[in-house]
T-cell receptor, first 114, second 115 residues
Framework: EAGVVQSPRYKIIEKKQPVAFWCNPI?????LYWYLQNLGQGPELLIR????????DSQLPKDRFSAERLKGVDSTLKIQPAELGDSAVYLC????????????FGQGTRLTVV | AQKVTQAQTEISVVEKEDVTLDCVYE???????LFWYKQPPSGELVFLIR??????QNEISGRYSWNFQKSTSSFNFTITASQVVDSAVYFC????????????FGTGTRLTVIP
């Protein structure tokens, strides 16, 4: 069974440019998460979806970040415009609904803003 | 508020040595889940264990064991007879019951196993 798939793996852009990351969760997983991982730090939640609904986006910087999960399957995270401080790894994870489940993570997209 | 502290930033051991990774947490919730994840150089986080706050029994899985002590708010992870393939960054994390897997991670411990 395929795991969580993210693309691209690496992205280098100039500051002020837009960028988008794509995530395809494990089949059947209703819940999808985007996490931000800065260098040397643990991941921090940006947004959580239950199906197509964003149920927790309190940590998403909404002035420049946006996300969507239109059909409740794959998801896109966008930054516009990117800033130097956005350089980090963006991790996507998915899980089944409910408490007694674990989240499975993709390999992440490493963004470098120059 | 939730907080997870992994005081050990980096640890190096020689292959076959035992190593313990420390995790201390803070939460006001009375019920919660604790996790350990492994992050190898490839980047994905690999789930190792989930433990709920009701269950303080220690757990062993092969060379891995976990010691949960609610009285000291600690959830330590021991690797016995370490191997080079154990080299990775290890994260401890917490989510409150009802937190729907919104994981609060520590800063990680980088383990290097020297052959």
């Amino acid at each position: 069974e395929a795991g969580v798939v993210q693309s691209p793996r690496y992205k280098i852009i100039e500051k002020k440019q837009p960028v988008a990351f794509w995530c395809n969760p494990i089949s059947g997983h209703n819940t999808l998460y985007w996490y931000l991982q800065n260098l040397g730090q643990g991941p921090e939640l940006l947004i959580r979806y239950e199906n197509e609904e964003a149920v927790d986006d309190s940590q998403l910087p909404k002035d420049r970040f946006s996300a969507e999960r239109l059909k409740g399957v794959d998801s896109t995270l966008k930054i516009q415009p990117a800033e130097l401080g956005d350089s980090a790894v963006y991790l996507c994870a998915s899980s089944l609904e409910g408490e007694n489940t674990e989240a499975f993570f993709g390999q992440g997209t490493r963004l470098t803003v120059v | 508020a939730q907080k997870v502290t992994q005081a050990q930033t980096e640890i190096s051991v020689v292959e076959k040595e035992d190593v313990t990774l420390d995790c201390v947490y803070e939460t006001r919730d009375t019920t919660y889940y604790l996790f350990w994840y492994k992050q190898p150089p490839s980047g994905e986080l690999v789930f190792l264990i989930r433990r709920n706050s009701f269950d303080e029994q220690n757990e062993i899985s092969g060379r891995y064991s976990w010691n949960f002590q609610k009285s000291t708010s600690s959830f330590n992870f021991t690797i016995t007879a370490s191997q080079v393939v154990d080299s990775a960054v290890y994260f401890c994390a917490l989510t409150p019951l009802g937190g729907a897997n919104n994981l609060f991670f520590g800063t990680g411990t980088r383990l290097t196993v020297i052959p």
